[in-house]
């Protein structure tokens, strides 16, 4: 058995194996170069190893693009959820501040309204006030011409 009817005998067995049920999957490893130069079976290694090299560079390739993306995508998805926790902190915030503001102004109508009604009151007392002025001064020039009003009498 030489050499090369090693590589045929392997590609028969996977071969036939592909039709059983769970052996599909049967793969043989390519076996190192241990051969002198010049046999032949270092050679068919090499060349193995060089026809698998685009694939595995091209797997490699594929493999780094996936993770890149993945990586990107996760990154994405964060920055994202981060974003959305931000905008509705900052939306909670502006409630706060609406709430605030709309407490605020209910308190400064109130005060309006009761500055008004001060107002009034102090107008009315005020009137009062001179009311009251006009009848003491009234008053007292009625009471100061009825006494001379006498004494012009007992003349």
């Known amino acids: 058995m030489g050499p ?35 046999d032949g079976r270092s050679t068919d290694v090499q060349e193995e190893a060089l026809a ?12 780094t693009r996936a993770f890149q993306w993945a990586v990107q995508r996760g ?11 931000a905008a509705a ?13 709309a407490g605020l102004r209910a308190e400064l109508v109130e005060m309006h309204f009761q500055n008004h009604q001060l107002a009034r009151t102090l107008l009315d007392l005020n009137m009062k006030v001179q009311q009251l002025k006009k ?3 009234l008053e007292i020039t009625s009471d100061s011409q009825s006494p001379k009003d006498d004494a012009v009498n007992l003349e």
């Open 52 to 63: 698998a090299s685009p694939l595995l560079e091209d797997l490699k390739r594929r493999l």
């Open 75 to 85: 990154t994405s998805r964060r920055e994202r959820e981060a974003a959305a926790a």
């Open 135 to 137: 009848e003491y001064e």
């Open 4 to 38: 090369g009817d090693f590589r045929r005998f392997r590609q028969r067995i996977s071969q036939g194996l592909q039709g059983l049920p769970g052996r599909a999957e049967l793969w043989f490893p390519p076996r190192p170069a241990c051969g002198f130069p010049g």
């Open 89 to 101: 902190r900052e939306e909670q915030s502006w409630a706060r501040v609406e709430a605030t503001l």
